[in-house]
């Protein structure tokens, strides 16, 4: 498991304190939104940039990896997340589509978005000793919120440290190239 700072463990207080004050619709394609972002990053940093462009067509919107559930699925093919962070972004990214696509009246409260949070898990290090989480978990949309900040936490610890991993990568194609 990744340490996480004092600083990443306040990102996520307040991720949830600014979520938690948002209508449900609007605290679901907030959070799905920030998740897509990082994944972005972390495809950004990770992918070999075409030849003089700092970014790839690849992530555009149109692109081939340009949404969410695509870029959760090649994140996951590539190794860079674990299987429970796939399945639990994987919820997270229905629930968003939910409220993204569905007509007034969506709830966390209500089915099928409740039994879908329902299933989410909250990693026991984001509810040590935060007593704001603990007090709310009840909730579906606490649960919610906590596992995606939770997500974008760890995705956030990624995208931090996988320019290691590239530089690793450019080295090696470096080499081979000059052969």
Same mark, same amino acid.
């Given at each position: 498991?990744?340490?996480?700072?004092?600083?990443?463990?306040?990102?996520?207080?307040?991720?949830?304190?600014?979520?938690g004050?948002? !209508?449900?619709?609007?605290?679901a $394609?907030?959070?799905?939104?920030?998740? &897509?972002?990082v994944?972005? &990053?972390?495809?950004? =940093?990770?992918?070999?940039?075409?030849?003089?462009?700092?970014?790839s067509?690849?992530?555009?919107? &149109?692109?081939?990896?340009?949404?969410?559930?695509?870029?959760?699925?090649i #994140?996951?093919?590539?190794?860079?997340?674990?299987?429970?962070?796939?399945?639990?972004?994987?919820?997270?990214? !229905?629930?968003?589509?939910?409220?993204a696509?569905?007509?007034?009246?969506?709830?966390?409260?209500?089915?099928?978005i409740? &039994?879908?949070a329902?299933?989410?898990?909250?990693?026991?290090? $984001?509810?040590?000793?935060?007593? $704001?989480?603990?007090?709310?978990i009840?909730?579906? !949309?606490?649960?919610?919120?906590?596992?995606?900040? =939770?997500?974008?936490?760890?995705?956030?610890?990624?995208?931090?440290?996988?320019?290691? #991993?590239?530089?690793?990568?450019v080295?090696? $194609?470096?080499k081979?190239?000059?052969?």
């Open positions: 498991m990744a340490n996480f700072s004092k600083e990443q463990i306040e990102y996520i207080n307040s991720m949830f304190q600014e979520l004050d948002e !209508k449900d619709r609007a605290a $394609v907030l959070l799905g939104a920030e998740i &897509d972002r994944l972005g &990053d972390i495809l950004n =940093a990770y992918l070999l940039p075409e030849k003089g462009k700092t970014s067509h690849l992530l555009n919107t &149109d692109g081939p990896l340009g949404t969410l559930a695509s870029r959760i699925e #994140v996951y093919r590539l190794g860079i997340i674990s299987p429970l962070l796939h399945k639990e972004i994987h919820l997270l990214r !229905k629930i968003r589509n939910h409220f696509h569905s007509g007034a009246g969506a709830s966390f409260d209500k089915p099928p409740s &039994d879908i329902g299933c989410l898990h909250i990693p026991q290090w $984001v509810l040590d000793g935060n007593i $704001v989480a603990q007090k709310y009840t909730t579906g !949309k606490a649960k919610f919120i906590l596992s995606g900040a =939770a997500a974008i936490g760890l995705l956030t610890h990624i995208a931090n440290n996988i320019n290691k #991993v590239k530089e690793h990568a080295e090696i $194609v470096a081979e190239s000059s052969k």
